[in-house]
C-alpha cells in the first residue's frame, strides 16, 4: 500500500527523516511512504484517524493530547527517532554556570510555534522548586521573532532550535545558556499510527521501522560532513557551514537514538511535563499508547548495520 506520512515543519532536528527519504532506506525495505507536510500538526491526529493519512511523525506528546481529548482514539507509538530536547537557551550575555533560578529577572522569549518547549522548559523550573510565572516572559512571538528581538537587546534570552542558535552564537550575538537534550531522555519525535494501521498493515509498520533503525545506525557513524551532504536537498535555503555544525552540535548532545526503541523513562517525563504544565489533564499510561512490538521483531530478525 502507499503510506502517507505527516512531516509537521520543515526541522533540523528531523534530519533523521530527511536522510532515510534521501537514502531510499523506506524503498530498500519495499514501503512505499509519500511525504506530505501536514497543514496543521495540531491536528495530525484527527487526520490519522479520518484515514486522510497513515502515519505521522511527530512529538509524542500529540498522542498524549489525542488521548485527553478521546480516551479510545487507540493511537500508537511505535519507533522512536529524537530522544532528547532539541531547544536551547540562548542569552544575550554569557552565562557559563547557569542555573535554572537564572530565569527569573531576565526577560525571556519562549517557544509560541508549538507547545511541547515550553511544557518541558516549565518542567525543568517546578523541578528546580520554582515558579513558571515568575518568569518575566514573551509567550507569543515566533523564534524568528525572538532572534531578531535578542539581536536587537528587547529580550534577554531566547528559547530556540537549531539553525537559530547556531546563527546567533556564530554572529556573536548569543551565548547558550541550556542546551535541553542535557537534561537527559525526554521522548520528542516518533511515528505514530492509528492502532488499525499497525494490525491492518503490520508489514508496512516493521519495514518503516527497519528503515528508520539502519538510519539510526548511519547517522551514528558517520560525522556531520556526511550527514550534511546527505540531507542538504532539504535545506536548499540554509548555507552549508550552519546546516552542518546545527548538525554536529544534535549529534554530539546525543539528540538521535542509535535505534528507534521508545523507553518508558522517556515516555513518562515528558507525560509529567504536559501534566504540570496543563496542557493535559489525564496522562494516558506507556503501555496503552506506546507499541514496542515492531522494534523488537526489527532486532530479532537483525542482519543490517546500515543502507546498502
Not at 45 to 70: C, F, H, I, T
Amino acid at each position: 500500500m502507499s503510506i502517507t506520512l505527516l512531516e509537521n515543519f520543515r526541522a533540523v532536528f528531523y534530519t533523521p527523516f530527511y536522510a532515510a527519504f534521501s537514502a531510499g532506506a523506506f524503498v530498500e525495505e519495499g514501503v512505499d511512504v509519500r511525504i506530505e507536510t501536514s497543514p496543521d500538526p495540531a491536528r495530525n491526529a484527527e487526520l490519522l484517524m479520518s484515514g486522510e493519512a497513515q502515519v505521522s511523525w511527530g512529538g509524542p506528546m500529540r498522542v498524549l493530547v489525542a488521548y485527553d481529548k478521546n480516551p479510545y482514539c487507540n493511537l500508537k507509538v511505535f519507533c522512536e527517532v529524537v530522544c532528547r530536547d532539541p531547544f536551547f537557551l540562548i542569552g544575550r550575555e554569557p552565562n557559563p554556570a547557569f542555573r535554572m533560578g537564572d530565569l527569573v529577572g531576565p526577560k525571556v522569549a519562549t517557544v509560541s510555534e508549538v507547545p511541547t518547549p515550553w511544557m518541558c522548559l516549565q518542567h525543568d523550573l517546578q523541578l528546580a522548586g520554582l515558579d513558571p510565572q515568575a518568569l518575566d516572559r514573551v509567550p507569543d512571538k515566533t523564534m524568528d521573532e525572538n532572534a531578531e528581538a535578542l539581536r536587537a537587546g528587547a529580550v534577554d534570552v531566547v528559547q530556540v532550535f537549531q539553525p537559530f542558535a547556531e546563527e546567533l552564537i556564530l554572529e556573536g550575538a548569543g551565548h547558550i545558556w541550556y542546551q535541553a537534550a542535557e537534561r537527559g531522555l525526554t521522548t520528542y519525535t516518533a511515528f505514530y499510527a492509528p492502532g488499525s494501521f499497525l494490525r491492518d498493515h503490520p508489514e508496512s509498520a516493521l519495514g518503516m521501522t527497519r528503515a528508520m533503525a539502519k538510519t539510526e545506525l548511519w547517522l551514528a557513524d558517520n560525522d556531520a560532513e556526511a550527514v550534511t551532504e546527505l540531507v542538504k536537498p532539504w535545506f536548499e535555503d540554509m548555507d552549508s557551514y550552519i546546516l552542518m555544525d546545527a548538525i554536529e552540535r544534535y549529534k554530539s548532545l546525543g539528540l538521535w537514538n542509535r535505534n528507534p526503541r521508545l523507553a518508558k523513562e522517556s515516555f513518562n517525563w515528558l507525560r509529567a511535563a504536559c501534566l504540570s504544565g496543563g496542557l493535559i489533564t489525564t496522562g494516558v499510561s506507556y503501555e496503552k499508547a506506546v507499541d514496542m512490538r515492531f522494534v523488537d521483531n526489527v532486532w530479532r530478525r537483525g542482519g543490517f548495520s546500515d543502507f546498502g
